[in-house]
T-cell receptor, first 112, second 117 residues
């Protein structure tokens, strides 16, 4: 099992550019989510999905879009990158309420 | 109001000693779950331990235990016999409610633990 795979690991974008952060899991987990981590802020939820075709907003959704066409994949799209979106992004998945989330290794994004 | 509060930005402990990392939470829902994660300097998030609101006993996983005091709304992580490899950022997190939204995790801001030799 590969677990949760995030690509790319590092990315530099120019302000206004768009890109997609990829997230894939091979554990057949229904629940997937995206978090961003900023210094001193902990992790904050951007978007989440409870199954294919179902997504919802988290705490900080502005500037990001998601879709969930398959159980395995949950990409995060930045529509028009801004310096405020410079952060480390984590994708996570889970299969039960009491089970610990499995996190990807993260994507470090810098917007200049 | 913050849902998860970790009041210790940084903690130091001597190798082989025990250390307690504090976490208080705020929820009005009777059904919730509390998690602790470890983030070493390499950046990955490692699940350590889980405590459900209806669990009668404190959770334990090896050297990790969760001191769950429901009335005080605290869920402190206790690490026994600290090792140098325990040096990391530690996050407390909570799930609350029922239905699809109960999979959302709310994180605290973290405590940076340094284990001294």
């Amino acid at each position: 099992n590969a677990g949760v795979t995030q690509t790319p690991k590092f990315q530099v974008l120019k302000t206004g550019q768009s890109m997609t952060l990829q997230c894939a899991q091979d554990m057949n987990h229904e629940y997937m989510s995206w978090y961003r981590q900023d210094p001193g802020m902990g992790l904050r939820l951007i978007h989440y999905s409870v199954g294919a075709g179902i997504t919802d907003q988290g705490e900080v959704p502005n500037g990001y879009n998601v879709s969930r066409s398959t159980t395995e994949d949950f990409p995060l799209r930045l529509l028009s990158a801004a310096p405020s979106q410079t952060s480390v992004y984590f994708c996570a998945s889970s299969y039960s309420y009491s089970n610990g989330y499995t996190f990807g290794s993260g994507t470090r994004l810098t917007v200049v | 109001a913050q849902k998860i509060t970790q009041t210790q930005p940084g903690m130091f402990v001597q190798e082989k000693e025990a250390v307690t990392l504090d976490c208080t939470y705020d929820t009005s829902d009777p059904s919730y779950g509390l998690f602790w994660y470890k983030q070493p300097s390499s950046g990955e998030m490692i699940f350590l331990i889980y405590q459900g609101s209806y669990d009668q006993q404190n959770a334990t996983e090896g050297r990790y235990s969760l001191n769950f005091q429901k009335a005080r709304k605290s869920a402190n992580l206790v690490i026994s016999a600290s090792q140098l490899g325990d040096s990391a950022m530690y996050f407390c997190a909570m799930r609350e409610g029922s239905g699809g939204s109960n999979y959302k995790l709310t994180f605290g801001k973290g405590t940076l633990l340094t284990v001294n030799p």
